[in-house]
Every structure is written in structure tokens, then in C-alpha cells.
């Protein structure tokens, strides 16, 4: 993997600078109501601002399909964009956005407008690409989270103008690099969720990296039923039983060690702390209970198997975590990845929306090596697909 990264970038005076980041922030009542991915920008955005570049953000914000609208302007992230920066953000809308640009002082950071608002953005159309492109000389993409999609925005402008990574963009590279691309063996990979259908590319692309493939949640329902136990009510894909033998089989001739839990968690229902809640051998799940998390033998014997291994991937809560008591396997098993971390024995990279956040919940994101915001290209990473965003600046 190589690509070009700010260090490489040179002298920046009078240069403007076009960064594509990631600023689809969620928004409750006008109010960014979680900053993580402007948090994210400050690197990039300030080292470039530093060093006397003129600095164009640019991004997409929800989903306009090439029509205008207020409800989809950038205009309104100026201000939370300029709080997280600690410095000034002017907003340049798409009409007169040239002579916006000019007058910017070198150092000056300005959000443009919405790259949506053009309907050739995610088509990748040479005309947005060029129409983009005329703003600058030179650009950066921070935004990985974006990457998995070819969008001018995202692929298309590093054909035409020199293109590098971002600070952002260039810690989420290394760390999958690590994590997956050349890892220090054994590797483990947890996958957990809901279910098999959403993680099927996963599944087969880890038995054929990893040296250990722990599958929790309710896909390993779908494994167990696959191996003959009966789960009773449990969330299971019976169609698809097929496929999870096969994935066995995959692992089985690829030397990759699978683990399935062999105590779990049932209840007769879905609720908080429930009344008909026990621990049980997935040989005695009863017809009307459902598994819900891993139980804490299986949760012992798979924190052993990480205290043998040297890195870990980790996409998938395994249990119900966000009812009590079916966070525990998650949050156990969390700990002692961080644990392992802190002491310096494991490499830890966990991705995918709820994964973080169970991971916020077991109060150990923090001590995981790396944690990937990013949803949808996370996921294709860790299917082994090639990125365009990520192959256009390897070039
Ligand atoms: P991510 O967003 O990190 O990729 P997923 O969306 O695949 O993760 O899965 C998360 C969901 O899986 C959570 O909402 C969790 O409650 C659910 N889940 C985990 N284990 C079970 C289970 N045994 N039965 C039902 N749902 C489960
Ligand atoms: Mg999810």
C-alpha cells in the first residue's frame, strides 16, 4: 500500500487546497448532535490552514439527488465546523463560488456547498469532476468513510489534480493495514450481529485471512443450527444454513480455527432483565427461549484464545447489547481486548456503527488501538474489496 500523504505535499503558499472530508454529521433540531466526524477534519484542515494553504472543504450532507435545497445546504456547518477547528470557516455557495475563492486570504478555511447538490457527483461525471477541480490546484481526501463509493468528489478529482491522503484518511489506512493487510499472526476476528445475510462477504473473506474466527450474535444462531442444535426461537436464518456450512468447510481447509459459543444466554423473551433469563448448553435451548447473548464459559475460553494472538479485528456486537443483561459477553470480551492492548501483547481494530457503540458502552473504546467510524466502507474493507476512493491515491 503506498500513497501520498500532507508530508509529501510541499510548499503550499497560494496553492488552494480541495479536501473531500466526511461532514454527514446527525443533527437533531438544527444542533449537531454528535461531532465525532468533525472532530475528525481538525488534523487535516488545520495543518493545511498552517502552512498558508487556501482550504476548500468539501463534502456531501444527506442524500439531495442533485437538487438544492436548504433542508441539504453545508451552509449550516460553518459554525459547528469553525467551534471544532477553533478557527474561523467561511461557507461558499455554488453560484459565484469562483470569485469566492479568489478573495480567500491564504490560511482561510471555507465549507463550499454541498458536492449532491450536482447530480453528476455520484455518477462520477467528468464535468463535476473538472467543475470541481477548477476550484483548486491540489486534493486531499481525509474522508475513508466515503471511499468505498467512485463519486467525483471522492475517486474522480484524484485523477486530474495531484491527489494525497488526509491525517484522518492516512490513520484509518495504516491501522487496517495492520489489523488485516500485513498483520502480526495469529489474527483473531470477531464477527457478531444480527445476522449472517448482512456479513455473508465478510465471513468468507476472514476464514481465508484470520488464524481464529469467533462468530457471536445472533449469526452464530444460524452456525449452530447449521451444526444440528436445535435454537428454538431464537433470530436464526434457516435458509442459509447451507451457506454456514460451507463458510466451516472454508475455514476448515483454510486453517482458520472457528468458534462458536458453547454455553449462551436465553430467555423465553425480549426484555430488560427478564424473569424466564438463564444460562444454559446450546444442546438445551428449550423450543420457547431465545439465545440472546454468549454465555460466560464460552467468554472465558475466548478471551484465552486472544491472550494467543497478536492481532484482532472486531465488527459485530455478540450479544443484545443494548438490553441488559445481554451485554455482558460484549462487554467481557471487550475488556479483555482492551486489556491485552494496554499491555502491548494485541493489536485491536473494531469498526461498524453498533460495534462502537458497544464498545463506548463496555467503556473500552478508548484503549483499542484503532476504532473506525466509518459504517458502509469498514464493511467492505473487511470484505477484501478494493476501495475506488482508496485505489485512486495509490496510484
Ligand atoms: P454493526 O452495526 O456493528 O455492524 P450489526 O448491525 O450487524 O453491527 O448488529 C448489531 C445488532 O445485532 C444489535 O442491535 C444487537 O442487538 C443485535 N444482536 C446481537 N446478538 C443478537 C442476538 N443473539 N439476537 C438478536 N439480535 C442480536
Ligand atoms: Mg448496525
Redesign the pocket.
Known amino acids: 500500500m503506498s500513497f501520498k500523504t500532507l508530508d509529501d505535499i510541499g510548499d503550499l503558499t497560494g496553492k488552494t487546497v480541495l479536501v473531500r472530508e466526511d461532514l454527514n454529521v446527525p443533527m437533531q433540531d438544527g444542533v449537531v448532535s454528535d461531532d465525532t466526524r468533525l472532530r475528525a477534519t481538525v488534523a487535516t484542515l488545520n495543518e493545511l490552514s498552517d502552512k498558508g494553504a487556501k482550504v476548500l472543504v468539501l463534502a456531501h450532507f444527506g442524500r439531495p439527488k442533485g437538487q438544492p435545497s436548504e433542508e441539504f445546504s453545508l451552509k449550516k456547518l460553518a459554525e459547528p465546523l469553525s467551534h471544532v477547528l477553533g478557527r474561523p470557516v467561511s461557507y461558499i455557495d455554488w453560484e459565484g463560488d469562483k470569485a469566492a475563492v479568489a478573495a480567500l486570504a491564504p490560511g482561510a478555511i471555507a465549507v463550499l456547498e454541498n458536492t449532491r447538490f450536482f447530480g453528476g457527483e455520484e455518477k462520477n461525471d467528468p464535468a463535476v469532476i473538472e467543475r470541481f477541480a477548477s476550484l483548486g490546484d491540489i486534493y486531499v481526501n481525509d474522508a475513508f468513510s466515503a471511499a468505498h463509493r467512485a463519486h467525483a468528489s471522492t475517486e474522480g478529482l484524484a485523477h486530474v489534480l495531484p491527489a494525497y491522503a488526509g491525517r484522518a484518511m492516512e490513520a484509518e489506512l495504516k491501522a487496517l493495514q495492520k489489523a488485516l493487510g500485513e498483520p502480526e499472526r495469529p489474527v483473531a476476528a470477531v464477527v ?3 445476522k449472517v445475510s ?2 455473508l462477504d465478510v465471513l468468507k473473506h476472514l476464514v481465508t485471512k484470520v488464524d481464529h474466527l469467533i462468530i457471536g ?2 449469526m452464530a ?1 444460524t452456525f449452530l443450527a447449521a451444526r444440528g442444535v436445535n435454537v428454538g426461537k ?2 436464526c436464518e434457516h435458509d442459509l444454513t447451507n451457506t454456514a456450512e460451507q463458510i466451516l468447510d472454508n475455514a476448515d481447509k483454510a486453517g482458520c480455527t472457528v468458534h462458536l459459543p458453547y454455553d449462551v444466554v436465553v430467555s423465553k423473551e425480549f426484555a430488560a432483565n427478564p424473569a424466564s433469563l438463564r444460562t444454559c448448553n446450546v444442546h438445551e435451548v428449550a423450543e420457547d427461549e431465545m ?3 454468549v454465555g460466560p464459559a464460552a467468554v472465558e475460553a475466548l478471551g484465552d484464545a486472544l491472550k494467543t494472538c497478536r492481532t484482532l479485528v472486531w ?3 455478540m ?4 438490553t441488559e443483561p445481554f451485554d455482558a459477553a460484549t462487554v467481557a470480551l471487550a475488556k479483555t481486548a482492551a486489556a491485552l492492548t494496554k499491555e502491548g501483547s494485541l493489536v485491536s481494530v473494531a469498526g ?4 462502537v457503540a458497544a464498545l463506548n458502552h463496555a467503556g473500552v473504546a478508548a484503549d483499542f488501538s484503532y476504532i473506525s467510524t466509518a459504517g458502509g466502507a469498514f464493511l467492505e474493507w473487511m470484505e477484501g474489496k478494493e476501495l475506488p476512493g482508496v485505489a485512486a491515491l495509490e496510484r
Open positions: 457478531g450481529g444480527a448482512t456479513k450474535g445472533g444462531n431464537s433470530l439465545i440472546l447473548d465488527n459485530g456486537p450479544g443484545a447489547f443494548e461498524g456503527g453498533d460495534t
